[in-house]
């Protein structure tokens, strides 16, 4: 199971680094040291976490949202491809979602950067390109809506605040992890399986009222 064999390498690896120092230094996203040469740190960032609620956040998410994503992938394109797929999406959005930081700090000394969200926000909208109609929300907030709506209102607040550039997040690698996994997705599914995706996404979306796209309750 390739969701749970991330998941597990990532907690044990976070935890170790939360008293390891050097193990941090070694891995964790440091622009001018990318720049130098040092490509690993290109992917080695997203096994570590600023503390056990920020892991546990990522790592659950992931669980919820993987597993299905790597179902999806392994039923449309078979067993042995369908798991290359989900590990290449994984890991490239890793890479892909951490670029616009690298390239906007990349002589910044001081900045660092850890934590898988970039591609776990991958995951989450290729959830949401696969299955729009499934109802999400956010934890302990009692409001439900169709995944393509919490995937607009997700990209505009994340574009807000982005611009604001505070509370320490990297919402560019949320927003570019996210818009990359739609991309992956509509390709590789079309490619490899003849399988529209878009198509599919636009014929499941039905807004017949307001009481259609909110649920309320816990």
Not at 25 to 44: A, D, M, Y
Not at 142 to 163: E, N
Request: glycine residues 8%; charged residues 10%; positive net charge.
């Amino acid at each position: 199971m390739i969701t749970a064999t991330i998941i597990v390498i990532t907690v044990l690896v976070s935890i170790r680094a939360f008293k390891d120092h050097a193990l941090t230094e070694k891995l964790i996203f440091h622009p001018p040291s990318v720049k130098q040469g040092e490509w690993h740190r290109l992917f080695s960032y997203g096994v570590l976490h600023a503390d056990y609620a920020h892991l546990i956040f990522n790592m659950f998410t992931l669980y919820f949202f993987g597993m299905d994503i790597e179902r999806a992938c392994k039923l449309t394109l078979g067993e042995t491809p369908g798991s290359l797929c989900y590990i290449l999406l994984y890991l490239s959005s890793l890479l892909v979602s951490i670029l616009p930081t690298y390239f906007k700090h990349r002589e910044n000394t001081s900045y660092f950067g850890l934590g898988a969200s970039g591609a776990v926000s991958a995951i989450i909208f290729a959830y949401m390109l696969i299955n729009p109609m499934n109802f999400m929300g956010i934890l302990f907030i009692p409001i439900y809506l169709p995944a393509f709506l919490f995937g607009i209102i997700f990209l505009l607040i994340s574009l807000a605040l982005d611009r604001k550039q505070t509370g320490g997040i990297n919402h560019s690698a949320h927003i570019t992890g996210g818009i990359y996994g739609v991309v992956y997705m509509a390709v590789v599914f079309f490619l490899l399986a003849d399988v529209n995706l878009v198509r599919s996404f636009i014929g499941k979306i039905r807004i017949d009222s307001l009481s259609n796209l909110f649920h309320f309750g816990f």
